[in-house]
């Protein structure tokens, strides 16, 4: 057999299993739940199912909710993660590796899927990351993470499904943050970010740029580049997250309060980003933008969350656990209820 014959075939076998992984990949790990089709229905609002409050253990933790509010996710009192229906509050639990426990678990933003960091339970500091779909209660290896170190902690997941790439934040406890990216084929790399140190992370949905924040001067930057994102006239700014349409929302911090919004493309000069005045100033963590590109700010006195571009304001009871695309999740007592938007 001559060396061109070959090369061709080691070169038609290279291609075809690359093909394979990307075949698995779009039509299963980042698939949607349901085939499109061409059939137009219209729904009808009074048989739409709805949420119901769901009772959860007193001492449950780390309440996170999908996207669309179908399920909602907490650790119990033996700090195993539990997955919860919604619809009708039906409960599973979600089994770890022998000698290893579930540190960490995000919902993808778009889908009813979750993101899972599997930690060995002997602190060797050995991680596992895992792709869950709920729907089939199938959880699936993605890759190894080979960092090292009994105290590497799982802070921050971003993903977005349309570039196939994932961003995972991890501290080390020596004050350092480390961020790796990890793309559709599984290979993983560290990101060089300019400050030791990065509190908020937001990725931009339609490119491969991540956005973080220094947590200790409050400058703000994005992968690719050495400069700082600046606004005139801003001495601190804190990155409050992204929107579907790649807008970065920046907020001016004075006094650990907020008072005013920024918020454009990371492409365009900040000179032509749009802003927004807040009536009364609030602490970060009362600050949320949508996927939509809602501003949403909340009142914890007043037990409400007004739209800041409109106005209208929606009240719930007890405390504000997270938004959903369409309404506000919050905890009375033992008790997850649902809030549409008003």
Same mark, same amino acid.
């Given at each position: 057999?001559?060396?061109?014959?070959?090369?061709?075939?080691?070169?038609?076998?290279?291609?075809?299993?690359?093909?394979?992984?990307?075949?698995?990949?779009?039509?299963?790990?980042?698939?949607?739940?349901?085939?499109?089709?061409?059939?137009?229905?219209?729904?009808?609002?009074?048989?739409?199912?709805?949420?119901?409050?769901?009772?959860?253990?007193?001492?449950?933790?780390?309440?996170?909710?999908?996207?669309?509010?179908?399920?909602?996710?907490?650790?119990?009192?033996?700090? /195993? =993660? $539990?997955?919860?229906?919604?619809?009708?509050? +039906?409960?599973?639990?979600?089994? !770890?590796?022998?000698?290893?426990?579930? *540190?960490?678990?995000?919902?993808?933003?778009?889908?009813?899927?979750?993101?899972?960091?599997?930690?060995?339970?002997?602190?060797?500091?050995?991680?596992?990351?895992?792709?869950?779909?709920?729907?089939?209660?199938?959880?699936?290896?993605?890759?190894?993470?080979?960092?090292?170190?009994?105290?590497?902690?799982?802070?921050?997941?971003?993903?977005?499904?349309?570039?196939?790439?994932?961003?995972?934040?991890?501290?080390?406890?020596?004050?350092?943050?480390?961020?790796?990216?990890?793309?559709?084929?599984?290979?993983?790399?560290?990101?060089?970010?300019?400050?030791?140190?990065?509190?908020?992370?937001?990725?931009?949905?339609?490119?491969? /740029? =991540? $956005?973080?924040?220094?947590?200790?001067?409050? +400058?703000?930057?994005?992968?690719? !580049?050495?400069?700082?994102?600046?606004? *005139?006239?801003?001495?601190?700014?804190?990155?409050?997250?992204?929107?579907?349409?790649?807008?970065?929302?920046?907020?001016?911090?004075?006094?650990?309060?907020?008072?005013?919004?920024?918020?454009?493309?990371?492409?365009?000069?900040?000179?032509?980003?749009?802003?927004?005045?807040?009536?009364?100033?609030?602490?970060?963590?009362?600050?949320?933008?949508?996927?939509?590109?809602?501003?949403?700010?909340?009142?914890?006195?007043?037990?409400?969350?007004?739209?800041?571009?409109?106005?209208?304001?929606?009240?719930?009871?007890?405390?504000?656990?997270?938004?959903?695309?369409?309404?506000?999740?919050?905890?009375?007592?033992?008790?997850?209820?649902?809030?549409?938007?008003?």
């Amino acid at each position: 057999m001559s060396w061109t014959k070959r090369i061709s075939i080691w070169i038609v076998v290279s291609l075809s299993l690359q093909c394979l992984g990307l075949f698995y990949i779009d039509h299963y790990f980042l698939s949607t739940d349901s085939k499109a089709v061409s059939k137009k229905v219209v729904e009808n609002a009074s048989t739409k199912p709805k949420n119901i409050d769901i009772t959860i253990p007193t001492n449950a933790t780390k309440i996170l909710v999908s996207y669309d509010a179908k399920y909602l996710s907490y650790y119990n009192e033996d700090n /195993k =993660l $539990v997955i919860a229906n919604g619809r009708d509050g +039906k409960t599973r639990g979600i089994e !770890s590796n022998d000698g290893y426990e579930i *540190s960490f678990a995000e919902w993808l933003p778009d889908r009813n899927r979750m993101l899972l960091v599997e930690k060995k339970s002997d602190d060797s500091g050995n991680l596992v990351l895992y792709s869950y779909d709920v729907l089939k209660a199938e959880k699936v290896k993605i890759k190894e993470l080979e960092w090292g170190g009994t105290d590497t902690i799982v802070e921050d997941i971003q993903t977005s499904t349309l570039t196939g790439v994932t961003y995972v934040k991890v501290s080390n406890g020596n004050n350092k943050t480390n961020i790796f990216r990890i793309d559709r084929m599984g290979e993983m790399t560290k990101i060089n970010t300019i400050p030791n140190l990065v509190g908020n992370i937001a990725l931009v949905r339609h490119k491969d /740029k =991540l $956005v973080y924040e220094g947590s200790v001067y409050n +400058k703000v930057y994005a992968t690719g !580049s050495s400069e700082s994102i600046s606004v *005139s006239g801003v001495d601190k700014l804190t990155l409050i997250g992204a929107d579907d349409d790649d807008n970065i929302y920046l907020a001016e911090l004075k006094d650990d309060l907020i008072s005013k919004v920024y918020y454009g493309k990371t492409s365009e000069d900040t000179s032509t980003w749009k802003s927004i005045e807040l009536q009364t100033p609030c602490a970060k963590e009362n600050l949320f933008v949508s996927a939509n590109g809602k501003i949403y700010q909340n009142d914890t006195v007043q037990g409400s969350i007004k739209d800041v571009n409109s106005g209208t304001q929606t009240s719930y009871k007890g405390k504000l656990v997270q938004l959903y695309t369409k309404g506000v999740v919050s905890l009375v007592d033992n008790k997850v209820s649902f809030v549409p938007f008003k």
